[in-house]
């Protein structure tokens, strides 16, 4: 089980709209969709923000959202705030194995 | 609420067994169809799944660590554990202890996480 490909950074202005991408494989990202996505602050433990490819906890802002398409998901975060910044991961269910991808880097510039 | 809260040694000698326990609060280890997991992060690194167990007392190990884990529920003390044989420098990580809302779902309550360094 390989970890899921994510972009190593992406970055974006205060107000501006950002899409993180999640690649795997039909194995995983495309034949689930137990499809989640953490964010992490440094220091912090890695708190859910997406979970089934798109449903949101009600404590996360609607700022937040995911979608999939084949073996590829993606988070988007609009109207791009400071407390943005952190780094967020994927995961995917597997034959009873998780996986996670392999991290993207948020900087608001 | 939930919290979950891992403990243990915070260094650990090559080839000897790290040992984690995680205490969880707000709600009985034994209730509901929760899995309890645990999860690492090697300093610098992105997170790795170790392994699960239900509260049947069922687990299920990463592939490339199943040789040497062992993870079991403690219900009398609402805990569970991770016990890692023969530790490389490799092992060094944040553990982490998570409990999924349902097989294969998502990490929904997380522990803060205990560095755990392998060294001599």
């Known amino acids: 089980q390989s970890a899921l490909t994510q972009p190593a950074s992406v970055s974006g202005s205060p107000g501006q709209s950002i899409t993180i991408s999640c690649t795997g494989t039909?194995?995983?990202?495309?034949?689930?969709?137990?499809i989640s996505w953490y964010q992490q602050h440094p220091g912090k433990a890695p708190k859910v923000i997406i979970f089934?490819?798109?449903h949101r906890p009600s404590d996360v802002s609607n700022r937040f959202s995911g979608s999939k398409s084949g073996n590829t998901a993606s988070l988007t975060i609009s109207g791009l705030q400071a407390e943005d910044e952190a780094d967020y991961y994927c995961?995917?269910?597997?034959?009873?194995?998780?996986?996670f991808g392999t991290g993207t880097k948020v900087t608001v510039l | 609420q939930v919290q979950l809260q891992e403990s243990g040694p915070g260094l650990v000698k090559p080839s000897q067994t790290l040992s984690l326990t995680c205490t969880v609060s707000?709600?009985?280890?034994?209730?509901?169809?929760?899995?309890w997991n645990w999860i690492r992060q090697h300093p610098g690194k992105g997170l790795e799944w170790i392994g699960y167990?239900?509260?049947?007392?069922?687990?299920y190990y990463h592939p490339s660590l199943q040789s040497r884990l062992t993870i079991s529920l403690h219900t009398s003390k609402n805990q569970f554990s991770l016990k890692l044989n023969s530790v490389t420098a490799a092992d060094t990580a944040v553990y982490y202890c998570?409990?999924?809302?349902?097989?294969?779902?998502?990490?929904?309550?997380w522990g803060q996480g205990t560095l755990v360094t392998v060294s001599s």
């Open positions: 998570a409990r999924a809302r349902g097989f294969g779902e998502f990490f929904q309550h």
């Open positions: 707000g709600d009985s280890i034994s209730s509901g169809g929760y899995f």
């Open positions: 167990i239900y509260n049947s007392g069922s687990t």
């Open positions: 039909s194995s995983d990202v495309g034949g689930y969709h137990y």
């Open positions: 089934e490819v798109n």
């Open positions: 995961s995917s269910f597997t034959t009873s194995v998780y996986v």
